[in-house]
C-alpha cells in the first residue's frame, strides 16, 4: 500500500514534464516563424550589381552596371556597393571577373593608376633632394635629372599621388629612404629610372607656377682652332 500512495505523484511529474517540453517546443516554433516574419518586413536595401559580365583588369563602363533591391541584411549589405556609388564605379578597374546580375562587392574593384592613362611610378630619392620633403600628395612637381650626360628636366608639372605615411603628419624622414609616387607617361618613367640608376634625381615643387621656359643645360661649345692668317 505504502507503494500505491506514490504512484499519482510520479504520474503527475510526468504529465508535468512532457507538457513543459511541448509548451518549450511550441514556444521556439512561435519564436522562428516570428523572426522570419520580421526578417520578412525589413525595408529592402538598393545596391550595385553587374548588368553584364565583366572580365578582370578592365575598366568598369556605365553599362555594365545596374541597381537592383535586396533584402536588408547588415554583413551581405555592408560587403556590396550600395546604389549610391553606381556613378563613383565607373572607370574603375575590375579587380576580379564577375558575373551578370552578380553583386559588385567592395573588393571587386580599384582605381586606376593615374588619371589621363598615366602610369603610378615610386621614385626613391632623399628629401634632401625633394625641396626638404615639403610635398603633399595633390602638388606638383618638375623632375630634373643630373648625369654624366648632362643635366635637364624630363618631367614637368608631374601629380604626386603618394608620400611615406609619416610625410602625412608633417614628419620627414631623416634618412634616405625615403620615396615619392608620381603619375607620369611611359617615356618620362624610362627617363627617371635612367637618372636614379646612373645619376641624381631632384624634384621641384611647381605647384601654380609657370611653365618651364629651359629643359636642358646648354653646353658650352669648344672654341674652335683660330684660322690660319693670311699669308702663312
Do not use: C
Amino acid at each position: 500500500m505504502g507503494n500505491e500512495g506514490k504512484a499519482p505523484g510520479k504520474r503527475v511529474r510526468a504529465r508535468f514534464g512532457t507538457a513543459h517540453l511541448i509548451a518549450v517546443a511550441a514556444g521556439l516554433v512561435t519564436a522562428v516563424l516570428l523572426l522570419s516574419w520580421t526578417r520578412g518586413q525589413e525595408d529592402p536595401v538598393s545596391v550595385v550589381l553587374a548588368a553584364d559580365d565583366v572580365r578582370a583588369g578592365t575598366l568598369i563602363e556605365s553599362t555594365d552596371l545596374r541597381v537592383a533591391e535586396i533584402p536588408s541584411d547588415p554583413t551581405v549589405a555592408s560587403a556590396i556597393y550600395p546604389a549610391a556609388s553606381l556613378d563613383g564605379l565607373v572607370g574603375q578597374v575590375a579587380t576580379r571577373s564577375v558575373s551578370a546580375s552578380e553583386p559588385i562587392l567592395l573588393s571587386d574593384v580599384r582605381p586606376v593608376a593615374a588619371e589621363s592613362g598615366l602610369r603610378a611610378m615610386s621614385v626613391p630619392l632623399s628629401p634632401a633632394n625633394a625641396v626638404g620633403g615639403d610635398l603633399a600628395v595633390g602638388d606638383e612637381v618638375d623632375v630634373l635629372v643630373v648625369t654624366t650626360t648632362g643635366t635637364r628636366f624630363v618631367a614637368e608639372a608631374v601629380p604626386v599621388l603618394g608620400l611615406p605615411e609619416a610625410q602625412a603628419s608633417g614628419l620627414v624622414s631623416a634618412t634616405s629612404a625615403w620615396w615619392v609616387v608620381l603619375a607620369v607617361e611611359d617615356a618620362e618613367a624610362l627617363e627617371i629610372a635612367d637618372g636614379v640608376e646612373n645619376g641624381t634625381v631632384y624634384l621641384l615643387r611647381s605647384t601654380g607656377t609657370p611653365s618651364l621656359t629651359v629643359r636642358e643645360l646648354a653646353v658650352p661649345e669648344e672654341p674652335s682652332d683660330p684660322p690660319p692668317e693670311a699669308g702663312r
